[in-house]
C-alpha cells in the first residue's frame, strides 16, 4: 500500500508540476506537454499503484471494482498531497511571475468539468481495467490524449483541471480562483461516478460483452 501512494504522489506531483510551469510561462504547447506528462506517469505508475494521479479517476475504479474502498481516502491523500507539493514549487520556481487567477462562469465551467472528466474516467476504465484490453501497449497514450483534447476543446472555459488534485494545484499557484475550486472538484466527481455507473451497467469490464457484440 505505502508503495501504491508513493507513486501516486510522485506522479501527481510531476503532472502538476508540468502543468503549473508551462501555464504560467504562457506557452502555446502548454496542452501538449500536460497530455505528454500524463502519458508518460500513467506507463511509469500504471503496473503499481494502476496510475491514476486523480481522485476522480480512483474514484470511478473504486466504484469499477479495482480499487479497494477502504484504499479511496488515502489515494486521495497522496494525489491532493503531492499537487500541493508541486504548486509549492511552482511558485518558488515562478516567484518573478505575474499570475493572473482564471474565474469561470459556473455553469458553463460545471458542464464542460463533468462532460471531460467523464470522458477521461471513461477512457481509463476501458482501456486499462477492461479483461478485453488487457495487455495492451496504448492506454497511456490513450489517456494523456483525452487530456490535451480536453485542455484543447474547453481550457479556455473551465481551465482544464478535470482531476480534483490539479483544481487544488492550480489554485494554490494562483491559476485558479479559490472561489471556482468547488466548481472543479464537484464537476470532477461526478464525472468520475458517471463513467463509472456507464461502465458497470453495460457490463463493459467483462470480455463477454465484446464477444457477444461482435456475432
Known amino acids: 500500500m505505502t ?7 510522485v506522479g501527481t506531483f510531476f503532472f502538476v508540476l508540468v502543468i503549473g510551469m508551462t501555464v504560467v510561462a504562457g506557452s502555446p504547447l502548454a496542452p501538449l506537454a ?19 494521479y486523480n481522485p476522480a479517476v480512483s474514484l470511478a475504479a473504486m466504484l469499477r471494482g479495482k480499487l479497494a474502498s477502504g484504499e479511496l481516502l488515502a489515494y486521495w491523500g497522496a494525489q491532493v498531497g503531492g499537487a500541493a507539493l508541486a504548486a509549492l514549487v511552482v511558485r518558488y ?22 462532460l471531460f472528466t467523464f470522458a477521461l474516467c471513461y477512457v481509463v476504465l476501458n482501456v486499462a481495467t477492461a479483461r478485453g484490453t488487457e495487455g495492451n501497449s496504448f492506454y497511456g497514450l490513450a489517456i494523456g490524449f483525452t487530456v490535451l483534447i480536453g ?29 471556482a475550486l468547488w466548481i472543479l472538484i464537484v464537476a470532477n466527481l461526478l464525472g468520475g461516478v458517471a463513467a463509472a455507473w456507464l461502465f458497470n451497467t453495460l457490463d463493459l469490464g467483462d470480455d463477454r460483452a465484446g464477444k457477444t457484440a461482435a456475432k
Open 3 to 9: 508503495r501504491k501512494l508513493i507513486v501516486e504522489a
Open 34 to 52: 500536460i497530455g505528454s506528462a500524463l502519458m508518460v506517469i500513467v506507463y511509469a505508475g500504471g503496473h503499481i499503484s494502476g496510475g491514476h
Open 93 to 114: 520556481l515562478t516567484s518573478g511571475s505575474r499570475i493572473t487567477a482564471f474565474s469561470p462562469a459556473v455553469v458553463p465551467a460545471l458542464l464542460v468539468e463533468f
Open 151 to 179: 485542455a484543447l476543446s474547453v481550457g479556455s472555459i473551465s481551465g482544464g483541471a478535470f482531476n480534483p488534485a490539479v483544481a487544488v494545484g492550480i489554485t494554490l499557484i494562483g491559476l485558479s480562483s479559490v472561489s
